[in-house]
């Protein structure tokens, strides 16, 4: 199957700093990108979906001044988080969906983030 | 929205059983249902899915049913391995030319299967 490489797989950051993660569609063109955020042992929780060369849409309860995100590539999708506090340590996954094709979504390996 | 539940949360086997994981869906216009499974600390990665024009699908020891009047879809594994214990999530899509055909997921199942 087709490849989506998240990177970092892991990050610690001090509070009020930003950080930003990227999603890569390695062998396909991603017109759509989503971004799920996971609680240990909880479930993929949609936070928006991103298509290419447009605004990102958010979920209700996710705030998009916070999570900023960019999908300014048919291969290339990036979550921000700004001003990061304890709460927002989670488990971010982003996947790639090709709408040209009937397919599935390929899902990234995660990143791991740690507010300290 | 759309709204999926999925039971049961955790399901412990002997190597050799079956599992089966079920899942029930709110919104009749959904026509995608995926399975992943997720190990500790990775993505989750697809296993079987069904879209709604079928009723079954198998691939080797897994199994994927669909019930589209009751809105109810199964996941059936055959024949454990240790190395099948993992999370499972189900999840439904409205996947079409003309919306994203995001997925919405089950709670996830904890599967462990005893050597």
């Known amino acids: 199957g087709a490849v989506v490489s998240q990177h970092p797989s892991r990050v610690i950051c001090k509070s009020g700093t930003s950080v930003k993660i990227e999603c890569r569609s390695l062998d396909f063109q991603a017109t759509t990108m989503f971004w799920y955020r996971q609680f240990p042992k909880q479930s993929l929780m949609l936070m928006a979906t991103s298509n290419e060369g447009s605004k990102a849409t958010y979920e209700q309860g996710v705030e998009k001044d916070k999570f900023l995100i960019n999908h300014a590539s048919l291969t290339l999708s990036t979550l921000t988080v700004t001003s990061a506090h304890p709460e927002d340590s989670s488990f971010y996954i982003c996947s790639a969906r090709d709408m040209g094709t009937i397919t599935e979504a390929f899902f990234g390996q995660g990143t791991r983030l740690t507010v300290v | 929205g759309e709204n999926v539940e999925q039971h049961p949360s955790t399901l412990s086997v002997q190597e050799g059983d079956s599992a089966v994981i079920k899942c029930t869906y709110s919104d009749s216009a959904s026509n995608y249902f995926p399975w992943y499974k997720q190990e500790l600390g990775k993505g989750p990665q697809l296993i079987i899915d069904?879209?709604?024009?079928?009723g079954e699908k198998k691939d080797q020891r897994i199994a994927v049913t669909l019930n589209k009047t009751a809105k109810h879809f199964s996941l059936h594994i055959t024949e454990t391995q240790p190395e099948d214990s993992a999370v499972y999530f189900c999840?439904?899509?409205?996947?079409?030319?003309?919306?994203?055909?995001?997925?919405?997921f089950g709670q996830g199942t904890t599967l462990q299967v005893k050597p």
């Open positions: 999840a439904a899509s409205n996947y079409g030319s003309s919306n994203t055909g995001k997925l919405i």
């Open positions: 069904i879209r709604s024009n079928v």
